[in-house]
């Protein structure tokens, strides 16, 4: 039996690994991952753990789909490499195009491919720059994001990225970016205010927003179906349509950041479809290929195209993309990734599952460190608090949720800690054994956890 095998048929809470000193461990140097397979991963020493963030995000097949490696070694012998430059193409660009197209909301027609999400990012930006200045609207050129929104951390992406640490020292924001209040309801929604009217109460704070700065002057709002990165963040009740509506009135277009929400991720297709979101553009990456292969897509509408293909044409050509823009064998696996997903109901399961993931974790909502547990699908946050009732954070912000990221190693579990906030993303294929073994290692390690914490006089 290996090592995988014997993981998935005892407790992971019992596989407790020989090291116990966390911090010698840390100062040894970086966790080397050697292989993986299924839902598991492990490392250099043959310790092995549940990968119970998709690495990041983004493997939503799991570390060892055979056909994923069969379809990247078919291209790699039939076209290693070709561009997409001149009016060249190839066909498994074309395929992958068309299949978004078919995938996505029907308004979205036309897709430019890159290599990763922050150049996606970076690319919708520079479309809607030029879609303005090919209309004249020289002015319209400010984009609308959300504080604690992660988009990327190139110099655009990162500028619509709503999360300080990745401005400091970096001279971001860059780009004329506007942040506005994160739609984080346990947080920020005042006493008494149901769901539906802190969404409202944000709406009108982006219209406010837009008139001050002049709506000829907003040309894009950006945001993530549900915030990942910035702390596992549901939109509330009635959001989307809210910001919509808004947007619509001032001619402000809306992107969809699907790059962590795309391809079953919420137990849906797509984010747009949970929350009910039109986009004028969608960003697609990670689970595009199971992240086999760097690949991004962006998806726009016919409006929008039309300008694009108009303006190329009066000035030569539209100079955007880079050299592995639409890699043939990314592109391959990206097909073979979507077939896989369809063929065996990854969608459906995650919904299936992720209701288990949902619902298990809410029964830790007693706890005394648990203050909020929120999500959606397998995308799951368990917020850790000082005081349940005053929600008070942490005087030493971010101390506790470093301690169990490092415990949960211990026993055989790989989460995320974002400040005080517990991450969880596993992999579309997980099973309800799976969600078990992951409940149980993260119950043990958040006992630990206690103990640790009030030897530490954490308050």
């Not at 008139?211 to 002057?217: F, H, Q, R």
């Amino acid at each position: 039996m290996s090592d995988f095998d014997s993981l998935a048929h005892r407790d992971v809470a019992n596989q407790i690994h020989p090291y116990t000193n966390l911090a010698q461990h840390q100062e040894s140097g970086p966790l080397i991952i050697e292989r993986g397979n299924g839902i598991r991963v492990v490392d250099s020493a043959g310790r092995a753990y549940i990968e119970a963030m998709s690495g990041l995000w983004s493997v939503g097949l799991g570390f060892s789909e055979q056909r994923l490696v069969d379809a990247a070694t078919r291209q790699f012998q039939k076209l290693p490499y070709y561009h997409s430059f001149s009016h060249k193409a190839h066909s498994p660009s074309i395929e992958l195009a068309s299949r978004l197209v078919g995938l996505t909301p029907d308004n979205l027609n036309h897709v430019h491919f890159t290599n990763s999400g922050s150049e996606a990012n970076d690319a919708a930006i520079k479309i809607v720059w030029y879609v303005n200045n090919a209309l004249g609207r020289s002015a319209k050129k400010k984009i609308i994001a959300r504080k604690q929104g992660y988009h990327g951390a190139t110099i655009a992406s990162g500028s619509l990225t709503g999360i300080p640490s990745i401005h400091q020292d970096f001279d971001l924001p860059a780009i004329p970016v506007r942040h506005i209040t994160c739609p984080y309801y346990y947080r920020h929604a005042h006493p008494g205010e149901t769901e539906a009217d802190f969404s409202r109460r944000l709406a009108l704070e982006l219209e406010e927003l837009i008139l001050s700065e002049g709506a000829d002057t907003i040309a894009a709002f950006i945001g993530e179906p549900l915030i990942a990165a910035g702390g596992v963040i549901p939109a509330p009740e009635g959001y989307w349509q809210e910001i919509q509506r808004v947007c619509k009135r001032y001619d402000v277009l809306v992107i969809a950041d699907e790059i962590i929400t795309g391809f079953g991720r919420l137990g849906v297709m797509f984010g747009a479809d949970y929350y009910g979101i039109q986009p004028d553009i969608m960003v697609l990456s990670k689970q595009l290929t199971s992240s086999y292969q760097p690949l991004a897509a962006i998806l726009v509408s016919s409006e929008i195209n039309e300008v694009l293909v108009n303006q190329s044409a009066r000035l030569g050509s539209f100079v955007h993309g880079f050299t592995t823009t639409g890699h043939p064998v990314a592109t391959a696996v990206a097909l073979e990734n979507i077939k896989i997903i369809e063929e065996r109901g990854l969608v459906e399961n995650a919904r299936v599952v992720g209701s288990k993931l949902q619902a298990e974790l809410r029964h830790l909502s007693d706890h005394p460190l648990v203050g909020d547990v929120r999500g959606a699908g397998l995308v799951a946050g368990v917020e850790l608090v000082a005081d349940k009732v005053s929600k008070k954070q942490f005087d030493r912000a971010g101390e506790l949720g470093a301690y169990i990221f490092r415990r949960a190693h211990d026993y055989g579990l790989i989460i995320r800690a974002i400040g005080d906030t517990i991450a969880f993303c596993p992999p579309l294929i997980s099973t309800q054994a799976d969600i078990d073994q992951i409940l149980s290692a993260f119950e043990h390690t958040l006992r630990d956890a206690t103990s640790w914490a009030n030897a530490q006089g954490l308050h």
